[in-house]
């Protein structure tokens, strides 16, 4: 039997933008997904906005389509990225079983998530440890989070390039969740007086305006760069990492 993961990109109904990182035994696919594009269609109208631009069931959490020759098509989605939020999203061709498994890994925190977000500011310390906790509420629809109370929520923060030289400092940092709460970097973040440029929600709206005006720079800049986790293939473990580059818009403003 062929292994689902060897089949060519091209006979995935990718989104324009949409590429392939990296691919493991048994169908385990790792996209990297550009700003704006949806994670998954939440209605048939919303389908060309999607990863993949087929049907999805809400219910299974699963895209499904033909291929050129006519064959049923299956891809289970492991994890999901804002509309706004870039990089490594990962997926599973046709294996229920192994799908299963993994949502598994990421619901007991097996796997380590690592974020390139560039931030208004300089924080105080190169490293840190940041710990709140986060109220999330659900108002119409919508997700809101808010520091000062609530479940705790950690995630490590790690400076790696600044820009020193303007009125305005921005600061690339490196961000890794300990937890997994809505929207929690972004408001870790912002607590701490160093919103994402580019967030308008939690950000700082004339930094957002100004900086927008000056570069063309509108994007929320907060990238999902690095995913890592063992996973168990036909009796043997395997070790699978995927790197999705820090975002061009990022790195031409520092």
Known sequence: ???????????????????????????????????????????????????????????????????????????????????????????????????????????????RKVYHALVFGKPSHATAVWRDRLAIEKRGGQVRTKAGEGIPSECEMKVLRQRRDAATPLTLIQLTPRTGRSHQLRVQCAHRRLPIVGDATYGDFGANRALAKATGVKRLCLHSHETRFDYEHEGRVVKFVATAPTPAEFLKLL
């Open 1 to 111: 039997m062929s292994d689902p993961a060897k089949n060519d990109g091209n006979e995935l109904p990718l989104h324009d933008g949409v590429d392939v990182l990296a691919r493991g035994p048994g169908g385990l696919v790792a996209f990297d997904k550009p700003a704006g594009v949806l994670s998954h269609p939440n209605m048939r109208s919303e389908q060309p906005r999607a990863l993949l631009t087929c049907d999805y069931s809400l219910e299974g959490e699963f895209f499904r389509w033909a291929d050129a020759s006519g064959v049923g098509r299956t891809m289970w989605l492991l994890n999901r990225l804002d509309s706004h939020t870039s990089g490594v999203i990962l997926g599973v061709l046709d294996n229920t079983e192994l799908a299963r498994r993994i949502r598994a890994l990421f619901r007991e925190k097996h796997i």
